[in-house]
């Protein structure tokens, strides 16, 4: 199948916005200054906002209950209040390594922005999970600004903060005789609960409690599928696209349990000490993720969802697509250049690499096992342009990061489950191009952020018009199940063999199976989940 380039039917509007979408977020929040700000009253108390442009902003709305005095239990409702609580500034985030700021185990606030607050106009409702894997990030990167989403399509934008890595997926319970038996998914549970308060206060921030988009880039499309698998998540969405995020398999109980001991050893800490576990310190509890991993011990110790048989009793898709998520439609993406930046900013020096260099660079990160030799055959007889270093990106693209899609996508397919899906082929500008159309690059695109810190999009013509192509399609999917809007080409749903696909590149079309050879290479190959 094919489609015709098409330009963008929202430019125009587009043009007519400017004023306000392209200024800095500060200089729009400015013109809402001469309003009263906004007020909501939700299911634990009131909370006050402000206005940015024309959209009522809540940030740090507390969804659930300072999590340290619960560590390694499923989170609990807040205490309700009655005295007005400021909503403006974001609220912490969950402790992890890096630069994140305003770290505390006290994290379970989420961010709304809506074009009107309780004035019953019913909008789809768009809730964003963070990627970072499940180690790290936050729902409040200038990236995931929620106002010019909400405002050029008229639905309301949720951002979450939950618990992560030690905090969220530590798994406790065999080898502390049946302690904390939640504590492998605690971060996921924190999900739950904040698409709960969404159900509950959909009418408070003006939005749909039956029609509720779950959508995430990387480790935030990983939570989603996931939860597509939960019981305890179903019924709390209702439309879903994962962007560069896959999870078919989780942790196994044996390996999470070995993981939580390779923890414990790492901080000196017996398994029966209960005492010392919950009261160390945050930081220093945060020291355990310093830990090698035990089943993969190249690497740090991996935190993620774990089949405990109490959140998960299946894997997310592995044997199959899981049927609760039946009548869910699907947007499933990713990118064409993964690893241009996933390992390429970590390891410069692999954009140079020889060819003899290749076959041990690639046993290494390509996390499955196959013969080096023989990917590195496939590829120069498909691509016989490519040098080592393309080599080298498109197989670690394809076999550990494209290839999780590919199996949720073909299971949902077999199952004729609603599904579609893109592939992101337009490049970023930076560094004149060498990354590709790298990991995140779809992020500013789906959010219309081009201009934001951190946005690796440019802000080109071309730019602008893929970024309405994709917000226009992610809305279609949350307002009516399908991403078929006036802009794109017709997408039709992902089904087999043909493997319909929407290239987002220098133009927009669908495409039947691309990268069909390298797909196929890699299908030889089991497909477990890294990490589980």
Request: with cysteine.
């Amino acid at each position: 199948m094919s489609g015709k380039r098409l330009n963008s039917p929202y430019l125009d509007r587009r043009t007519f916005i400017a004023g306000v979408s392209a200024l800095p977020l500060g200089a729009s929040a400015a013109l809402g200054q001469g309003r009263q700000d906004p007020r909501m009253q939700t299911s634990f108390g009131p909370v006050s906002g402000y206005n940015d442009g024309p959209v009522s902003v809540f940030k740090g709305v507390r969804y659930g209950g300072d999590t340290r005095p619960r560590r390694f239990q499923r989170p609990v409702a807040p205490t309700a209040w009655t005295e007005v609580k400021r909503a403006t500034e974001y609220g912490g985030a969950s402790p992890q390594r890096g630069s994140e700021p305003n770290q505390s185990e006290d994290c379970l606030f989420l961010n709304v922005w809506t074009p009107g607050v309780a004035d019953g106009a019913k909008r789809p409702i768009m809730v964003y999970f963070h990627g970072g894997a499940y180690n790290g990030g936050s729902g409040s990167d200038p990236l995931y600004d929620g106002r010019r989403l909400a405002e050029i399509h008229d639905v309301v934008v949720v951002t979450v903060n939950h618990r992560l890595n030690v905090f969220g997926y530590l798994y406790l319970p065999v080898l502390t005789g049946g302690k904390f038996p939640d504590s492998g998914n605690t971060g996921i549970w924190d999900l739950v609960l904040a698409l709960e308060w969404v159900r509950d206060n959909a009418d408070a921030i003006g939005g749909d409690a039956k029609r509720v988009m779950v959508f995430g880039q990387s480790g935030g499309g990983a939570k989603i599928a996931t939860m597509m698998a939960a019981p305890a998540a179903k019924g709390l969405f209702h439309s879903a696209a994962t962007m560069s995020g896959q999870q078919v398999t989780a942790c196994g109980p044996l390996n999470g349990t070995a993981r939580a001991g390779a923890v414990l050893n790492q901080l000196g800490i017996a398994p029966d000490d209960i005492g010392a576990l919950v009261n160390l310190p945050t930081e220093r509890l945060l020291d355990g993720m310093e830990a090698r991993d035990p089943v993969n011990p190249e690497f740090g110790v991996y935190m993620g969802p774990v089949l405990d048989e109490i959140f998960l009793k299946r894997h997310p898709f592995w044997p199959d697509a899981p049927a609760q998520s039946a009548d869910i439609p699907m947007i499933l993406g990713n990118t064409k250049d993964e690893t241009r930046n996933l390992i390429g900013r970590r390891e410069p020096d692999a954009f140079d690499m020889e060819w003899d260099e290749l076959p041990a660079r690639l046993a290494h990160h390509m996390r499955c096992d196959i013969l080096p030799s023989e990917v590195v055959s496939v590829y120069r007889k498909a691509y016989p342009d490519y040098s080592a270093a393309d080599i080298f990106f498109a197989a670690t693209t394809a076999g550990r990061s494209w290839r999780g899609q590919v199996e949720e996508a073909d299971a949902r397919a077999r199952a004729e489950h609603p599904t579609w899906v893109y592939q992101m082929d337009l490049p970023s500008p930076e560094e004149g191009g060498r990354y590709g159309a790298p990991h995140t690059i779809d992020i500013a695109h789906a959010f219309g952020n081009l201009t934001a810190p951190n946005a690796i999009t440019g802000n080109s013509a071309r730019a602008r018009v893929v970024s309405d192509q994709l917000q226009a399609a992610f809305v279609a999917l949350a307002r009516n199940g399908t991403p078929d809007h006036k802009g794109l080409p017709t997408w039709s749903q992902h089904r087999l063999p043909d493997r319909a696909t929407m290239v987002f590149g220098d133009d927009t079309k669908l495409v039947d199976d691309p990268r069909k050879v390298e797909r196929e290479l890699f299908a030889k190959v089991p497909f477990i989940q890294w990490g589980t």
